[in-house]
């Protein structure tokens, strides 16, 4: 289910990607804004599913007898739709977020043609900067740092394996 849901998600990740420039190229004044969100939700999916198989294919490889290791082994295919799920509506909160980002920065940019005081323009543009910059990197740090470390603990398993290969040749 994580591999054929990765699949189509890199598919719509590429095919967004293929729309964008192939659009951009024959209207390069049209605003894509839409596309950048399709864009923008598939790589958080894409990013989060590709951590969820790492955590999976640790789990189910690594050799560890840790009580959390063998409860995780135990139950993670039964987890594995609840996961699939809890990706999918992250990455609409992220749909959400970012659409929610390209109306106020609409508006900035059409505040900033009028005449006057630009406080209100300048307070916009730094809570833009400063809040979905933010967000966005914690939307994809969270899924990264569980990759890394199931990557890390499938090193560590697999090089106590071969470390009792070794000892059991000897």
């Given at each position: 289910m994580i591999?054929?849901?990765l699949g189509v998600c890199?598919?719509?990740l590429q095919w967004s990607s293929v729309l964008y420039n192939f659009c951009s190229y024959f209207n390069p004044d049209d605003e894509l804004w839409y596309i950048g969100i399709i864009w923008e939700f598939t790589n958080t999916l894409t990013f989060w599913l590709t951590?969820?198989?790492?955590?999976?294919y640790c789990v189910k490889v690594s050799s560890f007898t840790y009580a959390i290791f063998?409860?995780?082994r135990w139950r993670i295919l039964r987890l594995i739709p609840r996961l699939l799920l809890g990706s999918l509506m992250?990455?609409?909160v992220t749909i959400i977020v970012s659409a929610i980002r390209h109306y106020i920065k609409s508006q900035l940019i059409s505040m900033m043609q009028l005449p006057g005081n630009d406080t209100e323009t300048e307070t916009l543009k730094t809570f833009l900067d400063k809040y979905y910059t933010h967000q966005y990197?914690?939307?994809?740090f969270?899924?990264?740092l569980l990759f890394l470390t199931s990557i890390i603990l499938l090193i560590a398993s697999l090089s106590q394996h071969l470390r009792q290969i070794r000892h059991h040749n000897a």
């Open positions: 591999l054929i849901s890199r598919f719509c951590s969820l198989l790492a955590v999976v063998l409860w995780l992250i990455s609409c990197l914690a939307m994809l969270i899924p990264f």
